[in-house]
């Protein structure tokens, strides 16, 4: 007999497939899950509890939200420190002269990474 699976950690879900034909041990899937509870909602945002699943609160969700925003913008900024990219010469090319200008006025010189910080930090 087919059925719908949901492995309890990747939270792949299999459609019309047997007990025999699932991809690793019974055990890592729940059976005709009922997902009424988290319908419209991304899975990133579902919580395993046995076989029951259940929806995040709206602070989880917006806490899983932010800690992408981050991963995000780190990214983002990182790409100013990455090797041979229109990114990174184009920000070289900006602190040679924001340095040449800061040498005029007697600062110290800025490096890219705090460049890139300032950058992030404007994100």
Not at 32 to 49: C, H, M, N, Q, R
Not at 89 to 110: K, M, W
């Amino acid at each position: 007999m087919a059925q719908v699976w949901l492995h309890r950690t990747t939270l792949r879900q299999l459609h019309s497939v047997s007990p025999a034909d699932l991809p690793s041990p019974r055990t890592e899937w729940i059976e005709e899950p009922d997902l009424s509870a988290v319908t419209g909602f991304a899975p990133k945002y579902w919580i395993i509890a046995g076989d029951v699943v259940t929806l995040m609160g709206a602070a989880a969700r917006a806490a899983v939200d932010a800690a992408e925003d981050v991963v995000t913008l780190n990214s983002i900024a990182d790409q100013l420190e990455e090797q041979r990219t229109v990114m990174r010469g184009f920000a070289e090319v900006v602190l040679d002269e924001i340095n040449s200008l800061r040498a005029l006025h007697g600062r110290p010189a800025r490096t890219l990474r705090q460049l890139r910080n300032a950058v992030r930090g404007k994100l």
